[in-house]
């Protein structure tokens, strides 16, 4: 895989031993030591590379420090996993789960190691990729998104992980609440922004569909044997619900940063979202309505709603970077970036700036 590893942060180290004794038990060919590394990548649940003689596995856990009660699910999440993996092949395969806190202090679960490449905010230095290559590979990554959105979530024992039935006013409220309570001095209020949410909510999508919640290019694993151009793997399934696909494509769309987007917002781009031959928002939205057999849809809610639902998780995220509950520097500048997503979805709100 093209993302490196490297020892664990300071504060967020795996007891080895312990971890050891635990795959002994769930594993029963894993008789060496594990070797333990951690992604560098993720600014909520850690992930961590667990080599076990010549066998790789990835482990999922959840922050350290104080956190909501109710976040950061693992089991949930391991069971989605497992109910997804035999109807969409991109989920990784989960391998086992524990939750037995006296382990690692935390409910945690193994899965397998996807290879391939990922995609960070430049590319890698051996990956070219010219404009048409680009193109194709923006067509495939919202062609896999779709195919989850089309992911039959009843016979997949899906059901009941999610309620479709007023999932955008709750997604509104519950996010508005989350803002509320994370906000500090140095971040906008938002809460005229909060408001035109509440009173803009499109109607519940007639087809509801498992959403990822967090679909981006540094969330899927690209095929290096087929010039990065074909999705193999998709990461990252802790927010994944049942819900409106529309929703989902609108909280993609926040991360998208096209090459001709004013300074500040180039600032906060992660992805090689700006090359030549990348597809701009209007592009990938309407690629996706065409695709889906979707019409007449304004999606600046969508997109507006994106935008404010990324300012709160950096937010969150910087809250507890101000309270001392991580001491990771790469959070320092998340108040900042938590304005600037505020300050984009305001001029969404406000027809200043669209898709």
């Not at 999705?231 to 940063?257: N, R």
Request: hydrophobic residues 40%; charged residues 25%; aromatic residues 10%.
């Amino acid at each position: 895989m093209a993302t490196e590893t490297r020892p664990p942060r300071a504060g967020e180290a795996l007891d080895e031993a312990a971890l050891g004794a635990w795959l002994r038990e769930a594993l029963p060919d894993a008789v060496d030591d594990p070797v333990i590394r951690q992604f560098p990548g993720g600014a909520s649940n850690l992930t961590y590379l667990i080599t076990v003689g010549e066998r790789d596995y990835v482990l999922r856990r959840p922050p350290f420090g104080t956190k909501a009660a109710s976040a950061h699910d693992m089991e949930r999440e391991y069971r989605i996993l497992s109910a997804l993996r035999p109807v969409y092949p991109y989920c990784p395969r989960p391998v086992a789960w524990c939750g037995d806190e006296d382990v690692l202090g935390e409910p945690f679960y193994l899965m397998e190691r996807l290879s391939g490449t990922i995609l960070r905010r430049e590319l890698p230095p051996d990956l070219t990729l010219p404009p048409a290559a680009a193109t194709a590979l923006c067509r495939n990554l919202v062609d896999v998104h779709l195919e989850l959105h089309r992911v039959d979530f009843e016979a997949a024992g899906l059901a009941s992980f999610g309620k479709p039935a007023g999932y955008v006013g709750r997604q509104v409220h519950g996010w508005s609440k989350r803002y509320r309570a994370a906000r500090t001095d140095d971040v906008p209020d938002n809460e005229a922004l909060m408001e035109w949410l509440a009173a803009h909510m499109p109607p519940d999508d007639p087809s509801p569909a498992v959403i990822h919640n967090d679909y981006k290019f540094d969330n899927v694993v690209l095929d290096d044997e087929d010039g990065a151009l074909r999705i193999v793997g998709v990461l990252d399934w802790e927010m994944a619900t049942l819900g409106d696909p529309l929703m989902d494509l609108g909280c993609s769309l926040a991360y998208w940063i096209e090459a001709d987007d004013p300074p500040p917002l180039q600032l906060a781009r992660m992805m090689p979202t700006q090359l030549p031959g990348m597809m701009t928002r209007r592009e990938l939205v309407d690629y996706y309505l065409e695709q889906a057999g979707r019409t007449g849809v304004n999606f600046d809610f969508y997109y507006a709603f994106g935008l404010f639902r990324l300012a709160v998780i950096v937010q969150q995220i910087y809250f507890r970077y101000v309270r001392g509950q991580t001491a990771d520097e790469r959070f320092a500048n998340f108040g900042q970036l938590c304005s600037l997503m505020s300050h984009r979805a305001v001029a969404v709100a406000r027809g200043e700036a669209s898709i």
